[in-house]
């Protein structure tokens, strides 16, 4: 039978000299102590403020133009960190109406750390807010954003060490702050990039993605042009023989582009034999129209009612059947929270007390429980009737 040795070191003269001091030390700390009444924010909550804050502040220091697009440098004191490929919600007030869009961070998160952001907004069709902030935001425009959100970001518990990134136009920006995250040192994995663009002068951040695959071989970007035959470019859409020819033996493949191109590769990502634990799809806002999903079967010429309950509120307001229902709260001027706009977030969750909506199943991102319980996320569901719904503003 195995032995084991126990070595009990007896009490000891300095050991009982100084349980007999514990007592009055503790009351001459007591008696010494402030008579302020203790914190209500402990350091840990303060901690977890700084690195998720509700609210930032930052001014537009810098405007890079680009095609359809300008780059806009933020700066402030001090701004949350973030995982390269979040987003930040920016909040604003266009006439009557507030509202707020996400926006990736495209910067390095070492820049974070400066008091820098990085976000570049693309002309959209249909672009109320993007239209707004191309035409308004100049240097010195002070900003209101949320904190960085969103699980679009490496994670190497579950992720292989190389990426395939999928981007498509504007879908760009959050592989941007990947490679320079790769470059900068912060993030460790290999990234190879599949970047479709129309034409050539359509790309973004075309001299930045040369100058940081010649400054790491960790990077390495592949552009696929639609519309244009070049030398030294692939010409086409992005399809599984492209991914194929370029991809390493074991990756994750994380895409991020337009409600079109998401379409097209679910046709194309079962022919690449690749676990669904290792594709990652950033959120897609919602189309223009409901009549974008063929499941609708509503009326998207209807303007119906929607009774609003907010902070012991009630208002009425008209509510068009071809916008989400988010977009009609905004438009009435009522801050409703939100942050993805794609019913992934969970942040627009509201009751509805009355009516029917369509909420299209690519963007039904509500929990079983809620669902069952009649809670919506209004920036991913149409009215099909009249409602009545209960909102919950921060
Ligand atoms: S804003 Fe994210 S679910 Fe509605």
């Known amino acids: ?26 009351r001459e700390i007591l008696r010494s102590g402030s008579l302020e009444p203790i914190t209500a924010v402990y350091g840990v909550n303060r901690l977890a403020q700084s690195l998720h804050p509700k609210q930032q502040k930052a001014v537009v220091s810098e405007i890079i133009p680009r095609k359809d697009a300008k780059t806009y440098v933020l700066k402030a004191g001090k701004l ?17 109406a507030v509202t707020a869009r996400p926006y990736t961070l495209a910067g390095s998160p070492a820049r974070a750390l400066e008091g820098e952001y990085e976000i570049t907004v693309k002309k959209a069709q249909d672009g109320f807010v993007s239209d707004y902030i191309l035409a308004n935001w100049e240097v010195g425009t002070e900003v209101t954003l949320s904190g960085p959100e969103g699980p679009f970001s490496y994670e190497p518990l579950r992720d292989e060490k190389e990426v395939v990134g999928l981007a498509g136009g504007s879908g760009i920006t959050p592989f941007m702050a990947m490679a320079r995250a790769i470059r900068d040192g912060v993030e460790d994995f290999s990234l190879t990039l599949l970047y479709g ?24 970007v592949v552009h ?10 692939e010409h086409g859409f992005i399809d599984a023989e492209l991914i194929q020819k370029y991809a390493p033996e074991n990756y994750t493949l994380y895409i991020c582009g337009p409600r079109a191109m998401h379409d097209f590769l679910s046709h194309e990502i079962p022919g690449l034999d690749l ?33 609003l309950h907010f902070l ?22 009522i801050a409703a929270p939100s942050r993805c706009r794609s019913g992934e977030c969970g942040w627009c969750r509201s009751r509805l007390i009355g009516g029917e909506v369509f909420i299209p199943e690519s963007m039904d991102g509500r929990r079983l429980a809620d669902a069952g319980a009649g ?4 920036c991913s569901s149409w009215a099909l009737s009249n409602l009545e719904m209960e909102i919950f503003p921060e």
């Open 1 to 26: 039978m195995k032995k084991f040795n126990f070595h009990i070191k007896p009490i000891g003269l300095l050991d009982m000299l100084h349980f007999k001091k514990m007592v009055p030390r503790r």
């Open 80 to 96: 949350a960190y973030f995982r390269a490929g979040q987003y930040v919600s920016v909040k604003l007030k266009i006439g009557g």
């Open 197 to 220: 663009s129309r034409t050539k002068a359509d790309i973004l951040y075309a001299a930045e993605l040369e100058e940081i695959c010649a400054a790491t071989d960790k990077v390495r």
């Open 224 to 233: 696929v042009l639609s519309e244009e035959k070049a030398e030294g470019f």
């Open 275 to 307: 676990d669904e634990k290792h594709i990652r799809r950033e959120f897609v806002p919602a189309p223009s129209s409901p009549e974008y999903f063929k499941s609708y079967t509503g009326d998207a010429s209807q303007v119906y009612t929607l009774t």
């Open 312 to 333: 012991g509120e009630e208002k009425e307001i008209a509510l068009r059947a071809d916008e989400p229902v988010l977009t009609a709260i905004e438009r009435a001027g």
């Open 375 to 378: 809670y919506v996320h209004p």
